[in-house]
């Protein structure tokens, strides 16, 4: 009897002290990632803690929640609910409530497929790490990541972004960059950006939580496999297959030696494993790979987990792909209707099991059912892309609309190869067309336009800063690494990128106007057709690849052709009859397009190469091939309207389609009047009127470039200098002065009546000041030179572009501008005076300004209409900025135009616009004048009128003033042959932007 007393003693006092040191060792073991050893530890000290009678209960639920953690770790997900749920009952018998179980106990239901269990867990933990600890604690960092995680992928993209970057700001503020849990936070964001289609993004984020791992606990740790795993699925969505497979296949060797057959872990990487095999056409091996996975999905978590609906989905594709659609249309059915229950009908996952169960049901000829399919797909992403737009910064929102485009274009493939002789279908395209295309313009334009205009008082602090951070990111951009390292200056910017999406995105949340349900329910062809203008008809183009419904991947079939245009027609009054065009191949289009423009400038890549009429006579003229392919198939459907309304794509907005020549002689213009807009739902706008009304134009002319540069440096106002090639910054960069720009200032000022800003008092801080004080301008003419440079090419001498961060590398605003007086003089990197600022006045700073109540911009300058082309979106540059600021009517020219011709068009252009006509009718007709005297379409054939085409209101004190005798800026009349007049508004370099003015620190703002 004493003997088991003694022993009892021994116990009582052993055991609880070898409990804690294996629960310790445990720890240890979980954190090197030695899931089995840990689970053994945990076992014994459980075991040993429950021979002791009195042992403490909070004590046996703290070894249960380390348990429980080892077993989900492992995949056992069944062991892990017990001993989690066990723990907090033991937690809550002694009125503890413990973060760190529920939190765990979350996990496992999300793991498990059950979301809205795991969601309720998972904020009960934060609530409690928050009263705990504060806001300023890992803990409770961690319970937000965890949060957000669930939230993404139950679709609350909003929520989720908001979670995920509170979490990585109070690792960073806690000094934890190199923590295995902000490797965790960070790869969760990477997944939120995959989710939402900004893949580039996701990838760094991936690439940054493998270099974070890769520090903090070494290449021989499981989760540094996790994360390689996960940049190789980035990467495979990328798809760049050659680098996601050997990541892939490492993650999975290690999943198989670590965590065994039967973990999600690995049916993950297997499955992604299975997509580059698919890719690569490797058809068996993928087979196996995804079978596999599925196998596993189905043995651990059971067919209703969102993993399970996922694979079956890849088992369905890949049946398909094997031309096996009697086996892939159950799969797919069967994936559709667990999405829909499991996922719900907003989800994007959804969308895409619903898009492919439609495509393969019109692939096994179920054409009805398969075009209801497309239109639910359509409503429901319509619903999709408004809560993206109401909840995401503008490059979250494009990479969203450009991963979602692939659903967009499968409709219309469809309707192109089954219904193309269906009037409804051919309108219900054309109504899925007008609602998608130029989507993150509108979401743009609504944004800017309703905090522009002051509809949210509170929130103009914030926009205020916003509009500062943007422009303090162009001139840390523009201005080089200066003392910084190259490094240290790129991270810097990728910094301020991100913070300037942060405020962006803080700004959209709330903005009721963001929701943009108006637009997706107004935007239809019966709108649009009845807010046409009378006789008109509008051209809608798309570039698009066309999907081949009837292709067998392994057979050697193509699903996708190479892109194509499209063209819809739409007349005035007539919503049942929509038109429907292929116009062939997009390259060979778009190389008859270059080859028309070198002829027309006399340019090879936008740079002169003859100077005599006689070097001309030897090009014919291209243009007749170019209206055979874009032009005439429009004919038909055209009938006889003769009024055009042309919403471009691609390529296509690079060309004057009224320029083309007619086949009996001639060109377009002669019998066609044809205005431009960037989608055809723009047409809803031309009824709105301007809320106020602006009794001052503004006209800007003849910058002094070398702006404060010393007497007697400026250079002469000679034709022979202001011919000189701009681009060529060898001999020093530099714009020439172009001497009819000042006439031109002089003429359009005293016809609008007001006084021109010309020479040094063409200052971008004065015209910012003013638009400031004074509001929008009636019309704002601008006439100097203007800039476009293509991606990665050197905006400053020396500034390598190609390593800065993508979106600010990518950024066209910060790539187009038009340069003011001092410009030189910062080229040079001079001191300027205070109100020139940096001489330039990029789309960037433009797309920030109040334009609201102008009536029409007019950029009497050089290739004002290019800018980076983006398909389904337009043009990013000068165009999309005014349109962005509120402009009206943009005038613009699509090439370097020269100089006296220009001054001839502009006057003309004036006195018709002021005598009445509409702006279109008054260009028009403007462009026909000076082709009388100039017939070659360089001289008068760059400049196109977008947006409003309808007259300006009237006003009693603007009276155009024809002289009765011709002017002296107007030259004789005769048709010459092509010389350089006067030299070309080309465009010069632009320049950094100065690097004196203090900058936030990266990440601040105000509070509203």
Not at 776 to 792: C, D, M, Q, V, Y
Not at 796 to 807: F, N
Not at 841 to 853: K, Q, R, V, Y
Request: glycine content about 8%; proline content about 5%.
């Amino acid at each position: 009897m004493r003997l088991k007393v003694l022993r009892k003693k021994w116990v009582d006092l052993l055991n609880p002290r070898i409990a804690r040191g294996l629960n310790r060792l445990g720890l240890t073991r979980l954190e090197r990632g030695e899931y089995p050893e840990a689970v053994d530890c945990f076992e014994k000290a459980l075991q040993l803690l429950e021979v002791k009678e009195t042992v403490s209960p909070d004590r046996v639920a703290e070894i249960l929640t380390n348990l429980g953690e080892a077993y989900r770790l492992q995949g056992r997900y069944q062991n892990a609910e017990s001993a989690l749920e066990r723990a907090l009952s033991l937690f809550r018998s002694s009125g503890l409530e413990m973060a760190e179980p529920l939190n765990n106990l979350g996990l496992v239901r999300f793991e498990r497929g059950r979301l809205k269990e795991a969601e309720e867990l998972l904020a009960q933990a934060v609530e409690i790490w928050r009263t705990k600890n504060g806001n300023r604690d890992p803990e409770y960092a961690r319970g937000l990541m965890n949060l957000g995680r669930v939230l993404q992928v139950e679709g609350e993209h909003g929520q989720a972004r908001k979670l995920l970057e509170e979490a990585a700001e109070v690792l960073r503020s806690l000094g934890m960059e190199s923590d295995r849990w902000y490797a965790v936070c960070v790869n969760n964001l990477a997944e939120l950006y995959s989710a939402l289609g900004n893949l580039r993004a996701a990838a760094r984020f991936y690439a940054e939580a493998v270099t974070v791992i890769r520090q903090s606990l070494g290449e021989k740790h499981i989760d540094y496999y996790r994360s390689l795993g996960n940049l190789g699925l980035c990467m495979t969505r990328l798809g760049d297959y050659h680098r996601a497979e050997p990541y892939l296949e490492a993650a999975g060797e290690a999943f198989r030696q670590a965590l065994g057959a039967e973990h999600l872990d690995l049916a993950r990487v297997l499955e992604a494993l299975g997509i580059v095999y698919v890719e690569t056409k490797r058809f068996q091996q993928a087979k196996s790979v995804i079978w596999e996975a599925f196998s596993i999905f189905d043995r651990k978590v059971g067919e209703r987990h969102f993993s399970s609906i996922m694979n079956l989905q890849n088992l369905a594709a890949l049946y398909g792909f094997l031309g096996r659609n009697e086996i892939a249309e159950p799969l797919q059915r069967e994936a559709e209707v667990l999405a829909r229950e499991v996922l719900g009908e907003t989800h994007p996952s959804y969308a895409m099991v619903l898009t492919s169960l439609g495509a393969l049901l019109a692939t096994r000829g179920q054409l009805d059912e398969a075009q209801a399919i497309f239109e639910h797909d359509a409503s429901v992403e319509d619903r999709r892309i408004a809560l993206i737009s109401a909840t995401s910064s503008e490059p979250q929102r494009a990479a969203y609309l450009a991963a979602s485009r692939i659903r967009f274009w499968l409709y219309v493939s469809f309707i192109l190869w089954r219904r193309l002789q269906c009037p409804a279908s051919r309108r219900q395209a054309m109504d899925l067309v007008l609602r998608r295309k130029a989507m993150g313009a509108e979401a743009l334009l609504t944004q800017w336009t309703t905090l522009l205009a002051g509809h949210h008082p509170q929130l103009k602090k914030r926009l205020d800063w916003l509009l500062m951070t943007r422009q303090w990111t162009a001139e840390t951009m523009l201005s080089g690494p200066g003392a910084r390292s190259p490094e240290e200056h790129w991270d810097l910017l990728a910094r301020m990128q991100d913070s300037q999406d942060r405020m962006e995105t803080d700004l959209v949340n709330e903005i009721p106007e963001m929701r943009l349900q108006e637009t997706f329910l107004g935007a239809s062809t019966a709108a649009v057709a009845a807010a046409l203008p009378a006789g008109s008809a509008l051209v809608e183009i798309v570039h698009m690849p066309v999907h081949d419904f009837e292709a067998v991947l392994a057979l050697g079939g193509e699903l996708w052709s190479s892109p194509r245009y499209l063209a819809f027609v739409l007349h005035a009054g007539m919503p049942d009859d929509v038109q429907l065009i292929d116009l062939g191949d997009a390259k060979e289009i778009d190389d008859r397009i270059t080859a028309f423009r070198l002829w027309v400038t006399g340019a090879k890549g936008e740079r002169e190469f003859f100077d005599e009429a006689e070097e001309l006579a030897k090009l014919a003229d291209p243009g007749g091939e170019l209206r055979e392919r874009v032009f005439d198939p429009l004919l038909p459907a055209l009938k006889e309207s003769r009024r055009l309304i042309i919403a471009a794509d691609g390529e296509l907005y690079r060309l004057p389609v009224e320029v083309l020549p007619l086949e009996r002689g001639g060109r377009l213009i002669d019998e066609y009047v044809v205005s431009y807009v960037s989608v055809g739902r723009d047409v809803l706008r031309f009824g709105r009127e301007p809320r106020l009304s602006p009794q001052h134009s503004l006209v800007i002319a003849d910058p002094d470039f070398d702006l404060s540069a010393p007497a007697g440096q400026n250079p002469p106002a000679s034709e022979d200098d202001s011919d000189r090639d701009l681009e060529d910054l060898e001999r020093g960069p530099r714009f020439a002065r172009l001497s009819g720009t000042e006439a031109e200032g002089r003429r359009v000022a005293e016809l609008l009546g007001v006084d021109p800003w010309l020479g040094p008092a063409a200052l971008e801080g004065r015209l910012k000041h003013w638009l400031r004080d004074q509001g929008s301008p009636r019309i704002l003419h601008l006439a100097t030179h203007g800039f476009f440079r293509e991606n990665g090419e050197q905006l400053v001498p020396g500034a390598d572009l190609t390593r800065l961060p993508l979106q600010v590398n990518e950024n066209p605003l910060l790539r187009s501008g038009i340069a003011l007086a001092g410009a030189n003089t910062r080229l040079r990197r001079g001191p300027l005076p205070a109100e020139a600022e940096d001489g330039f006045l990029l789309a960037e700073d433009i797309a920030g300004l109040n334009f609201l109540d102008t009536e029409m911009v007019v950029l009497s300058a050089c290739k004002t209409g290019l800018g980076e082309v983006e398909v389904g979106e337009g043009v990013l540059g000068l165009q999309r900025s005014f349109a962005l600021a509120g402009a009206r009517t943009l005038v613009m020219s699509l090439w370097k135009v020269p100089d006296r011709e220009t001054r001839e068009l502009m006057e003309e252009f004036y006195l018709r616009i002021l005598q009445g006509e509409p702006r279109v009718e008054a260009l028009r007709g403007a462009q026909l004048a000076l082709q009388s005297r100039h017939p070659h379409p360089y001289y008068w054939g760059a400049f196109i009128c977008q947006g409003f085409p309808g007259p300006l209101e009237k006003r009693s004190e603007l009276r155009p003033r024809r002289p009765g005798r011709r002017s002296p800026t107007r030259p004789r009349s005769g048709a010459g042959p092509l010389r350089r007049r006067g030299g070309r508004r080309g465009s010069g370099r632009p320049a950094g932007r100065s690097a004196g003015r203090p900058r936030p620190p990266p990440g601040s703002a105000p509070g509203s």
